[in-house]
């Protein structure tokens, strides 16, 4: 059995975080908490939330959440439902693209929308390849190389004469 590497893209629907838009998240095992540790996504500004909160597990694109411990985490089919009619999971949740996931107890922690999970280097090979479809001329491509074999700058040569 293979175990491809997989990331997970992700939304979270309030908070500090709502903001940044999708986020991708390296897995195959993606720890999300208050302090996750390396590599995890840490939600240390949601209040409620234990250090790690919930694991999910990406290996050949079957993407599973499992509550770490004693923590609450329920998964429902979108994010309009009342959290507190949602029993928390007890054993490892299959996720399915557009579901929503909470963690925490109902009225703190954090809510996210599980988008999509693929292979390691798809959203960046399709970020390059749009990159590369924009044609941008020539000119304009090596006005933004910037190299740093190209030696000082001539403003600041002038800026040291002019301090000195």
Known sequence: MSRERWDAKIRLLHGPLSSQGDLIVHGPVIRIGAHPGPGGLSLHDYRGLDARQAVITTYNGEPQIEPVGSAQVRVAPHEHVDWTRVQALQEPALLTNGCAVHLGRPGRGATFRFVDC????????????????????????????????????KWFIAGLVFIG
């Open 118 to 153: 693929q292979p390691l280097g798809v959203w960046e090979q399709s970020r390059i390849q749009v990159v590369e479809e924009a044609q941008l001329p020539e000119e304009v491509v090596s006005q933004r190389v910037i190299s740093a074999d190209r030696g000082v700058p």
